[in-house]
Nanobody, 126 residues
Framework: QVQLVESGGGLVQAGGSLRLSCAAR????????MGWFRQAPGAEREFVAA????????YYADSVKGRFTISRDNAKNTVALQMNSLKPEDTAVYYC???????????????????WGPGTQVTVSS
């Protein structure tokens, strides 16, 4: 079983940048599809970005396309989310998620992920 831990959250002004990192413990992330989700108060958890285990396939929510970039370093067992041009509506708890896949595929549905980190808070002030 893989354990995921996020880091890098914090408070930033609108227009600023943050870089979130997700570290895996317990096993390698090789052959794991990975994703980032977020949940604002009173809202459902929503998809942000996903990446296949090779890094060759990525998906983004329309709301973050062109501003956020997902990447991974399988040698370091980490996945990152670079967030630029942040907006107040990006404020949420951000979660890293992962699941094993035999095929190189990226997953956009939260129901396809079995493993989740505890989350990290991102607050964007106006």
């Amino acid at each position: 079983q893989v354990q995921l831990v996020e880091s890098g959250g914090g408070l930033v002004q609108a227009g600023g940048s943050l870089r979130l990192s997700c570290a895996a413990r317990g096993r390698t992330l090789r052959n794991y599809a990975m994703g980032w989700f977020r949940q604002a108060p009173g809202a459902e958890r929503e998809f942000v970005a996903a990446i296949s285990w090779s890094g060759g396939i990525t998906y983004y929510a329309d709301s973050v396309k062109g501003r956020f970039t997902i990447s991974r370093d399988n040698a370091k067992n980490t996945v990152a989310l670079q967030m630029n041009s942040l907006k107040p509506e990006d404020t949420a708890v951000y979660y890293c998620a992962g699941d094993y896949r035999a095929y190189d595929i990226a997953l956009r549905s939260r129901y396809e992920y079995r493993y989740w980190g505890p989350g990290t808070q991102v607050t964007v002030s106006s």
